[in-house]
């Protein structure tokens, strides 16, 4: 356990996922982490500060001018004297302040001065996630360095809204905040992944394209997985709306040409996982200009041509990575087809799932997959996204140590 010993401050501003924040307290002391609060205001219209100092065996910082804090300690040293700076939850309002370096509260103050690492758990209602500043800011954080943990998807605590915004959960946090504090070795450190994720976009002309409902969530989530592993993980990703995993090289692609090239160019590596949705066909020759509809013409017909098959070429390769993984995305015979694909595409795993559209797979978070290799098939529980890459990962290091 890296957090033992370690020295988290905690900064819980204004939303409603704050009530588990007094949870995260308690999960991460009972790990023997040490942690100090700072409240924003708006922190203190949901939990009060006597239940977070309560809970923490600690002073809760809240005010930038306050004097005896100042005097006591001061807010630089509040910002250094740690070990990870903790920001749960982690309101629009505050990353949009830390994107843009203000400063007019203690919290934005002890972000801008803290030079020791920090982890942010989003928590937001949906429409607020999606929002552009919100993507904005959080590109503008991710590339200063702050890491982030969730948020998740599912039902809001304040409305029935359902989508992205929920506070990941404290346990996920802990373990977010343990696998960042932890500089040992680990199971992967020197081994190089790639991972493909997402769709891809065929163009037909300049503004349409072919596209399918691949989220990438899957795909990034085991990008994720392996870089907390120790991989040197290159994501190779075509166009979705969830941010960049954590400590993962991101290439980003639109069609399987280009995502082809940017897995081959990343070669070699020693586990390549080929979880992009890859449209199988594109249209044979796109238009230059948009085009156009006219009265009385006929309707056009798209010609397609096939796309390269990205799996089935790292399968084949000369510098094949010792471990090739492919998913299986079938609606109908999903075990036999995944036998087929083993051989056809020159891979060692195939992870299966049913994604007809009662399972809700596409585009959801949860997976229920066979793992289906030349040793057999093995059927593995319905598990989140996030679990089926923890778990994938932890199997593809297990099988690279065995050589
Ligand atoms: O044949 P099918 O598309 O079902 O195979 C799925 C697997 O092959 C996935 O791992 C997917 O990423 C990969 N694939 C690919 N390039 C393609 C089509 C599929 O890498 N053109």
């Not at 891809?200 to 085991?222: K, L, W």
């Amino acid at each position: 356990m890296a957090l033992s010993g370690k020295r988290i401050l905690l900064i819980i501003s204004g939303g409603i996922a704050a009530y588990k924040s007094l949870d995260l307290i308690r999960r991460l002391r009972e790990r023997g982490a040490s942690v100090r609060p700072i409240m924003t205001k708006g922190a203190q219209e949901f939990v009060t500060p006597l239940a977070v100092g309560a809970l923490a065996a600690d002073h809760v910082f809240t005010d930038l001018f306050s004097r005896q804090d100042e005097q006591d300690v001061g807010h630089i040293r509040l910002a250094r004297d740690c070990d990870l700076v903790l920001i749960a939850p982690a309101t629009a309002d505050l990353m949009a302040k830390a994107a843009h370096g203000l400063a007019d509260d203690l919290a934005s103050t002890v972000l801008l001065a803290t030079d020791r690492p920090v982890l942010a758990a989003p928590a937001m209602n949906p429409k607020m996630w999606a929002h552009p500043a919100t993507k904005r800011n959080i590109e503008t954080l991710q590339h200063d360095g702050i890491r982030f943990i969730g948020p998740a998807a599912g039902e809001m605590a304040e409305s029935r809204e359902a989508g992205t915004g929920r506070m990941a959960e404290p346990l996920e946090i802990v373990a977010a905040a343990d696998s960042l504090l932890d500089d040992g070795p680990k199971p992967l450190t020197g081994r190089k992944a790639i991972v493909t994720s997402g769709p891809t976009h065929e163009p037909i002309d300049p503004v349409r394209y072919i596209a399918n409902r691949s989220s990438g969530r899957q795909g990034h989530a085991i990008a994720a997985a392996l870089a907390r592993l120790g991989a040197d993980v290159t994501l190779v990703s075509g166009p979705v709306t969830i941010p960049d995993p954590a400590g993962v090289r991101v290439v980003h692609v639109e069609r399987a040409e280009e995502m082809r090239d940017a897995v081959l160019a990343a070669l070699p590596a020693d586990v390549a996982v080929m979880v992009a949705a890859v449209a199988d066909w594109r249209v044979a020759s796109a238009a230059d200009q948009k085009i156009k509809k006219h009265p009385g013409e006929s309707i056009p017909t798209l010609a397609l041509t096939e796309n390269p098959d990205i799996l089935k070429t790292v399968g084949h390769h000369t510098t094949r990575p010792k471990l090739v993984i492919g998913f299986a995305a079938e609606t109908q015979d999903v075990e036999a087809n995944a036998k087929v694909k083993l051989d056809r595409k020159g891979a060692d795993i195939i992870v299966a799932n049913d994604v007809s559209p009662a399972t809700g797979v596409m585009g959801g978070t949860r997976n229920s997959v066979k793992l289906v290799s030349r040793d057999g098939v093995e059927q593995w529980p319905d598990l989140s996204k996030d679990e089926v890459a923890e778990r994938l990962a932890a199997m593809i290091s297990e099988q690279l140590m065995r050589g």
